[in-house]
């Protein structure tokens, strides 16, 4: 087979087999900073000022209780940091959470075992977003979606329901990430093989902030870094967790066996050049690979505009 035969060198996006995916997504979550970031992000005074500072003064007397949406939670870990910051400001806060794939059963069993605060009652709905919205209508007074967006098709139609899904002063949180470092980097999005339908189309933070533009919303915007452990494919060739994590980053199924020479090449160049290289103490002088990528998180306050 001719590695410059296109027809035959597809490269499948990660997005067209969820079972593939949550395994890519694990193996990523095993060798990120992500959680301990966002926790420290979520812990800092900017949440504060920005979240619950201002969710306070836009709630008027009667809302006494608030609506948070998680959309594309995963098991909860982020926003399980969310919630316990929020029940330390609000009297009654109602969770509901949006998350179509089992993940959401271990959601369940963490606030089961560990409840969050006393005063957090939780929905669960096992649905996409879209399947949740034909059947809701409740408005929210905050919307939290983390690293979830490219999930969720084109910015354009879902930031707009998102927004009107918010109580006026509510705050829609989105973090993902940015195209000029990470994920959003890597030059297999400048390759001949790119094909919507069937290689990776990770919605990045350009696209949602033109939307964001275009349809007249105002946002802020802050910047965490997430390193990733990537030594795993960059040194070894018979590791299946390097190899999956290798998956998540491209957006592509089995990319290191399905991947054309060139491409392949390319994307193992560009690790390379914009990964940080340690060598660990332990004796082998092994070498580490850490590849570092910045994360936007947007808020938007639903205003005046909104109708
Ligand atoms: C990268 S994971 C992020 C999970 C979690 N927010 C976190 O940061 O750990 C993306 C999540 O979006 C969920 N998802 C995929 N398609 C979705 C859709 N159409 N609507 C809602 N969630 C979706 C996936 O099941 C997955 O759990």
């Known amino acids: 087979m001719m590695a410059s035969n296109m027809s035959e060198n597809k490269l499948l996006n990660l997005l067209t087999d969820m079972n593939h995916y949550h395994k890519a997504y694990a193996a990523y979550c095993s060798k990120t900073t992500k959680w301990q970031e966002l926790q420290k992000w979520t812990e800092s005074a900017e949440f504060e000022s920005i979240v619950v500072a201002n969710l306070s003064k836009n709630l008027s007397a009667?809302?006494?209780?608030?609506?948070?949406?998680?959309?594309?939670?995963?098991?909860g870990i982020l926003e399980i940091y969310q919630l316990q910051k929020?029940?330390?400001?609000?009297?009654?806060?109602?969770?509901?959470?949006?998350?179509?794939?089992?993940?959401?059963?271990k959601y369940k069993d963490t606030v089961g075992r560990n409840p969050v605060a006393d005063n957090i009652t939780f929905e669960w709905h096992k649905q996409t977003f879209d399947e949740y919205l034909a059947c809701n209508d409740k408005k929210y007074h905050f919307i939290s979606v983390v690293h979830a967006v490219h999930s969720l098709g084109d910015p354009d139609v879902f930031i707009k329901k998102m927004y009107m899904l918010l109580e006026p002063g509510g705050i829609l949180l989105l973090t993902l990430v940015t195209d000029h470092t990470g994920v959003g980097s890597i030059p297999l999005h400048q390759s001949e093989l790119k094909d919507d339908k069937t290689t990776n189309n990770y919605v990045n933070s350009s696209q949602v902030k033109a939307t964001l533009e275009k349809l007249q919303i105002e946002y802020t915007q802050s910047i965490y870094k997430e390193t990733t452990d990537i030594t795993d494919f960059m040194t070894n060739d018979d590791s299946e967790e390097g190899e999956l994590l290798l998956d998540f980053l491209t957006g592509v199924i089995n990319f290191k066996k399905s991947a054309p020479d060139d491409v392949r090449d390319r994307v193992m160049r560009h690790f390379q050049q914009v990964s940080r290289i340690e060598k660990t103490d332990d004796g082998d002088e092994k070498m580490s690979y850490k590849h570092t990528s910045d994360i936007d998180i947007l808020f938007v306050t639903r205003g005046d505009k909104a109708k």
């Open 62 to 75: 009667m809302d006494q209780q608030i609506r948070v949406l998680g959309i594309g939670s995963g098991e």
């Open 86 to 105: 929020l029940a330390t400001k609000f009297p009654k806060i109602s969770a509901s959470v949006v998350e179509p794939s089992e993940l959401i059963t």
